[in-house]
């Protein structure tokens, strides 16, 4: 039976289940789908790429339970949308702002994208931001004191928790390692869950910064609920995708065009 039409994303989503269900074969799954073998290929190909299966001759097996990637990994899958996005979250800081930017990939490049102005001052939890920032003397840098947790090089504890009470950020920006309209923000695990979520109602205004193919993405089971006000920024690789969101009390959302981007028939 071919499955009703679908967004890239979606689509994903459900071949991923389909594969690990035992259906590999990439002419059926292209029937069962309603899309072209190459469309498939290219699927099964940015699925391995992201360490959900390993791709065989003729089609694809699951790689088991999900696997959190390395940050270097997950910083070099969908680059340019990041960046994209990254450049456009930085456009609304305005000088002598209080920032807290989250652990993550694409909050490392807004990091990066800050890392020339003065007079902010920018709290994290991530390493990356902080290396980012190690060389700007104008820029006020305050890091939430805790233990490091290597996969995603993010700083945790009671203590990051503790220090949020103290602390009055003017815009939030968070990671996300997927992103749906039900259940909101996926992490890999309980603790930053919690933390994303005491994060976003420390500021006045709170952001989510993802690339697309996070988007309706749920690789892990913890989540950090959307109920307060917030704007996604996200690249327009699919549109489609952000319909789900336009419902969701509260969320507005930033698509973010990015130069050069090829869309998929």
């Known amino acids: 039976m071919t499955v009703p ?5 979606q689509r994903r989503t459900m071949l991923l289940a389909a594969v690990r269900g035992g259906d590999s074969n990439i002419q059926a799954l292209a029937e069962q789908f309603g899309v072209s ?38 910083d070099a899958s969908h680059a340019e949308e990041k960046n994209a996005v990254a450049r456009t979250a930085a456009g609304l800081v305005r000088d002598g702002e209080v920032v807290l930017l989250d652990a993550g990939t694409t909050t490392g490049r807004l990091a990066h ?19 980012a920032l190690a060389d700007s003397p104008d820029i006020e840098v305050v890091v939430l004191g805790g233990r490091l947790r290597h996969p995603n090089e993010a700083i945790l504890g009671p203590t990051v928790e503790r220090q949020l009470r ?4 003017d815009r939030v920006f968070l ?35 993802v690339d697309h193919s996070k988007l309706d ?21 699919d549109p489609a995708a952000l319909e789900p969101f336009e419902s969701v009390p509260g969320c507005a959302l930033l698509p973010v065009r990015v130069s050069g981007a090829v869309s998929e028939p």
């Open 166 to 169: 103290h602390i009055a950020p």
């Open 217 to 237: 993405s749920a690789p892990f089971s913890y989540w950090a609920p959307m109920d307060r006000e917030h704007t996604v920024i996200v690249d327009d690789g």
């Open 37 to 74: 073998s190459s469309t498939i290929r290219r699927d099964l190909t940015e699925l391995a790429r992201e360490g959900h299966v390993v791709r065989t001759y003729g089609g694809a097996l699951d790689t088991g339970p999900s696997v959190e990637r390395t940050l270097r990994e997950k």
């Open 5 to 9: 039409r679908q967004t890239t994303t």
């Open 113 to 131: 994208h800050l890392a020339g102005r003065s007079g902010l001052t920018v709290v994290t939890n991530g390493l990356t931001v902080l290396l």
């Open 175 to 209: 990671g996300a390692d997927g992103l749906t309209a039900r259940r909101g923000l996926c992490a890999p695990t309980l603790e930053q869950a919690q933390l994303k979520h005491a994060m976003l109602h420390a500021g006045l205004e709170s952001y989510v910064l």
